[in-house]
């Protein structure tokens, strides 16, 4: 078994309880995800009877292991930055990437960050917070699956649920008076309601991923490293293209995480074991990445696959419903964008179900102020990933908007590492229409990457 998996279960209490799951709730939160686990302690912390339903059993596997320094600002409004410091995660400076024939080093801390950016083993840090949850008073259920919603009764929906706890399946319903969907890509909502769109780009791809151990990793200095010392040389996130599209390599604590994107015309018609091998030749053939693994042995069984990943939803909340974090929208993962995007939309749409539930008649008006601003910040999110005006589900207004609204030097990072790829066009002529360039082309000191040479791998 997995080493971080093992020292979860040591410390972290069960979460499932065998009670009986209650038939109503103000709030019903469908997923137990960044998004779902941290809208829950917004609403349990502000004394709202909160229920979270999620369908597997905890610890369970995640991809997106790196994480931004943003992330910080959420976790210490949901009061759980604490426990993640004493995890001992290991603590990122930036991240290097080799894009075409070009090299770029970004650091966190020249634009103001003064905590790191973490590699987290997701199984683990995922669990984190949702234990927080419940510690928080949320009634947290795992092994039980939300099937559908029915909003028959506007003020009392109910959802519908499968309880896998005991020996056989149970079906069960609870009403609440708001239903959060935080279920990640399955996209409950969206799919109930039939407003799941592809995004149209020429970006399309899909992900393979899976982990090494002993493999040696990239540092700050810019040097390879042993894995044992990655708690006191910190790594960055190593990111490179190659014909085909990208791949990271993610030092964690005990196994490093290696994801190889891939334009899915390449891959179509593939079965598992031509991808395996396709996945493998991959990490051969790539100079840096190769170099990396040479000491590197591949963990058994441990590649994992998620095919056209680039969606999002027509409309993400009404009256009666929010969808938060993958559940509303996702797109290529080349600037760890994901779990911040749903930190941030929990923080958003709790509050507007906060205010609906202290005055039940502005809560149309408290939803479309909450799908705008939440709709901005996934436009964002593509605008920033995708880098071409093609692709749909991008609102170029609202993007320039929130751009004139994000703190500077969030935005100023985020501006430097689209430079670091081939995908800043997009976001460059927006921040120029927004009239927010001028600031930073001043600042030219810190407005590029640093431009690196080479690498000594
Ligand atoms: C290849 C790849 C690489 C990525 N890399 C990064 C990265 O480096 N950094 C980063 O920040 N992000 C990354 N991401 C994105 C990140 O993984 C997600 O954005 C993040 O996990 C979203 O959190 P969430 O809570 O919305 O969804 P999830 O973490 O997916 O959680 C959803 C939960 O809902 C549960 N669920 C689903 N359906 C139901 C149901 N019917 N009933 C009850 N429970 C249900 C699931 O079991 C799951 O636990 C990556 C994504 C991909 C695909």
Known sequence: MDASVNRAALYLPELSSSTELPAQADVVVIGGGPAGSSAAIYLAQSGIDVLLLERQAFPRNQVGESLIPHFWKFTDLLGVSEKIEREGFVRKSGGITVWGDRIH????????????????????????????????????????????????????????????????????????????????????????????????????????????????????????????????????????????????????????????IVHTDRIRGMNKAARTAFFQQTCQD???????????????????????????????CAENYYCIGDAAAFVDPVFSHGVQNALYNAAVATLAIKESLKNSRLRKRYSQLCESRMQQFYGFSRALSLGDFGANGVDRELVKAMMKTLPELELELLLVASAMTNRSENFKQLAREAGVWDGFAERATITAPDHIESLSL
């Open 105 to 260: 080093q970004i650091t966190f801390s020249r634009y103001g960050y003064d905590r790191p950016g973490l590699h987290v083993e997701r199984d683990v840090f995922d669990r984190i917070l949702l234990e927080h949850a419940q510690s928080c008073a949320a009634r947290v259920f795992t092994e039980v699956s939300a099937a559908c919603v029915d909003f028959g009764d506007a003020h009392w929906p109910t959802v519908h649920y499968t309880d896998k706890r005991g020996a056989s399946n149970t079906q069960g319903s609870v009403r609440c008076r708001y239903v959060i969907d935080a279920s990640g890509h399955s996209c409950l909502l969206a799919s109930q309601f039939g407003t799941r769109r592809q995004v149209s780009s020429e970006l399309k791809f899909l992900a393979l991923w899976g982990y090494f151990t002993n493999s040696r990793y990239l540092g700050a200095d810019r040097n390879s490293h042993a894995p044992e010392q990655c708690l006191e040389i910190r790594p960055v996130t190593f990111v490179m293209s190659y014909q085909h599209g990208w791949v990271w390599h993610i030092m964690l604590r005990e196994k490093a995480s290696v994801g190889v």
């Open 286 to 316: 790539l100079p840096h990445l190769q170099a990396l693994l040479q000491t590197a042995s591949f963990i058994p069984g441990s590649l994992q696959f998620r095919p056209d990943y680039s969606y999002y939803a027509t409309r993400i």
